[in-house]
């Protein structure tokens, strides 16, 4: 069965970057849109980050545009969200998802000094 797996949350001071990954098994990964969600408390879930199945198409949210690069290693069956110059805004669960339907559980990141 499909699954996604995030991982890289944490704790980081304004201004500083962290890097998410998320693994993905049970389909044949270089064929779909991989995408990065996130869901701040009492706010909505949130499209951030998309990227093709070769990697070639990029799309980024207009909050993260120029901060957060996503990137994916077929060869590893992994996606890549690196979060540069984070703000307190910044601060939600990050979710990996396939098609709007499968989702993984979460990686929680905080930005607080």
């Known amino acids: 069965q499909v699954q996604l797996v995030e991982s890289g949350g944490g704790l980081v001071q304004p201004g500083g970057s962290l890097r998410l990954s998320c693994v993905a098994s049970?389909?044949?990964?270089?064929?779909?849109?991989i995408h990065w969600y996130r869901q701040a408390p009492g706010k909505e879930r949130e499209l951030v980050a998309s990227v093709n199945g070769d990697g070639s198409i990029t799309n980024y949210s207009d909050s993260v545009k120029g901060r957060f690069t996503i990137s994916r290693d077929n060869a590893k069956n992994s996606v890549y969200l690196q979060m540069n110059s984070l703000m307190s805004e910044d601060t939600a669960v990050y979710y990996c998802?396939?098609?709007?339907?499968?989702w993984g559980r979460g990686t929680q990141v905080t930005v607080s000094s």
């Open positions: 998802n396939r098609g709007g339907v499968y």
């Open positions: 049970g389909f044949t990964f270089s064929r779909y849109y």
